[in-house]
């Protein structure tokens, strides 16, 4: 009986294109693309209140970057990325300035079909990379795991 | 009286569901610090036991903190201000490998050791109890300074609050003055 709920849970939230963890909710409506033809897939990201996650251009190194990956294996070509623009934070008693994202925003990520790809509704798997502080505490980096939809006509 | 007494309880619940760092408490202050034997990038071996008889500051950190990253260079220069009066000052690296702490860290050319606390255990040691409970408990400790007195008891613990970070570690060192002057 519990498995069969999960189950049930599991598959709302597939089909809602929404996955979340304790501090990232990401939402992925599903991709209707022609063969052959560009499309783009915008992932909102959601991020908990009073927390921001750093950007993905930083000036520093070692900082840990927010990536998105989509794996469009052989039917699609990943092209161009599109992230908003970073907000500054303050590191307070320096002068350093961080790129951060906070609260709603969106990711755009621009691809081609394959003349050859196949019209099916097809299953592509992302995963949105970050690392998240708040004002007392900054967490080890985490991973959110995530399905896109792509309807290819 | 009864106002006062709402008063009171109202106060009371508003200080207690405070987090400790707003409340600008510290934790763990007075207790033994939790032992610890752990190798420095260097490859040599440092224990809590053999440095007993010296002050010792302790900052957790990982090689994406920015704010321990922020901090890093006002270490060094507290290292080597205080070094003369008996403090050692170490950082510990929570959870990450070799390479990359030492292809991070060298960058700040740190005069004094960098450990290693691979698996986390050490900063899990040094998470206060109740304090973020939500968290895995070697996160808790990330960006936190800590003063070890001459006995092996904390006397200073400052965790991570951006909105009053005292990057230049004057708090720490007000504290270690303090120590230092009366001997303790």
């Known amino acids: 009986m519990i498995r069969w709920f999960i189950i049930f849970l599991f598959n709302s939230v597939i089909a809602f294109g929404q996955v979340t963890d304790e501090l990232v909710k990401v939402n992925v409506p599903d991709v209707s693309v022609q063969v052959g033809e560009q499309s783009v897939i915008s992932v909102s990201v959601e991020v908990k209140d009073r927390y921001h996650i750093q950007a993905n251009a930083i000036k520093e190194e070692f900082i840990i970057p927010t990536t998105l990956e989509i794996n469009g294996g052989e039917e699609f070509i990943i092209k161009n990325q599109v992230f908003p623009s970073a907000k500054q934070f303050k590191l307070e008693g320096t002068d350093l300035y961080l790129d951060v994202f906070d609260g709603r925003f969106e990711i755009q990520t621009f691809f081609i079909t394959q003349k050859n790809t196949q019209t099916k509704v097809h299953h592509v798997d992302g995963k949105l990379n970050y690392q998240a502080c708040d004002s007392v505490r900054c967490l080890f980096p985490r991973t959110i795991e995530f399905s896109i939809y792509v309807d290819v006509r | ?184």
Not at chain 2, 51 to 64: D, M, R, S
Request: charged letters at 25%.
């Open chain 2, 1 to 184: 009286m009864k106002s006062i007494l709402k008063n009171l309880a109202f106060t009371f619940s508003v200080m207690f569901s405070m987090p400790l760092h707003a409340q600008g408490v510290q934790p763990m202050l007075g207790q033994s610090a939790p032992p610890f034997a752990l190798n420095a990038l260097n490859g040599k071996a440092y224990s809590l036991e053999q440095l007993k008889g010296n002050y010792i500051v302790i900052h957790f950190a990982t090689t994406w903190c920015p704010f321990c990253n922020a901090e890093a260079p006002n270490l060094e220069k507290l290292y080597k201000e205080y070094r003369e009066k008996g403090v050692e000052v170490f950082i510990v690296d929570v959870n990450e490998n070799k390479e990359l702490v030492e292809k991070s860290f060298s960058r700040f050319n740190f005069s004094f050791p960098i450990l290693l606390d691979a698996d986390g255990k050490i900063s899990a040691s040094y998470a206060p109890e109740g304090v973020q409970p939500d968290l895995e408990r070697k996160e808790v400790p990330i960006a936190s300074n800590l003063i070890i007195d001459k006995e092996g008891k904390i006397r200073f613990y400052s965790l991570l609050n951006t909105t009053a970070f005292d990057a230049k570690l004057t708090q720490l060192k007000q504290k270690l003055d303090e120590l230092i002057e009366t001997g303790k």
